[in-house]
């Protein structure tokens, strides 16, 4: 129970920043400073983490904080997607930014 509580308790402290990463790209809509291949690795890690769940409840595993913890997980994988679809939208703008630029330069 105690492993289930920290699990869940780390999985909501690493999610409290993707919010603010969500805010920021919509806000500065620019990729500057974001790295694709870092969020694509912590989605690959909480869908590894997805997977875990599901096999920790094939295997009998129960309870408000198990499914506390699946929740956050599924939670983060979200925020992470919402944020890279973001990145792809902002590279956009950026190169457009860029083309038009060089073309008043």
Partial sequence: MI???LEAL???CFGL???ISIRKSIVSRTAKGKSLFFEVFLLIGYACGIARKFIQLDAGSEGFLFFL???FYVL???EISIDVGLYFRNKKLDEAADRAAAQKA
């Fill in 10 to 12: 780390t999985i909501f």
């Fill in 3 to 5: 492993s289930d509580l």
């Fill in 17 to 19: 920043s993707w919010p």
């Fill in 69 to 71: 913890s699946f929740f």
């Fill in 76 to 78: 983060n994988f979200i």
